[in-house]
């Protein structure tokens, strides 16, 4: 009877530890404030508007073209993209059979 209330115990205090653990770590990750006005850091972010940044290319040999569009981090902390007002999205039509 001693051993099956010893084990109890334990495996209380684990679940109790694994609680606390990822409460913190929630509460943590939730105090940061995202804005969702801001754009993500660019390229050209990191030569500055001036500097003479080096050609971009991709693994092909062809030159990478600057992005029409910028991605942002909304309320959640998920990923979106927003086009520039002349980008034309296409929209999908209802699905059929």
Known sequence: MTRAVTRRVIVGLL?????????????????????????????????????????????YGNEVEEAVGDYRIDGRGDIFERHSPDTEVTQLGAPSL
């Open 15 to 59: 679940w109790l530890t694994i609680l606390i653990v990822v409460a913190g770590s929630w509460s943590a990750g939730a105090a940061r404030p995202y804005d969702a006005s801001a754009p993500l850091a660019t390229y050209s972010d990191a030569f500055g508007a001036g500097a003479a940044a080096p050609p971009r290319v991709d693994l």
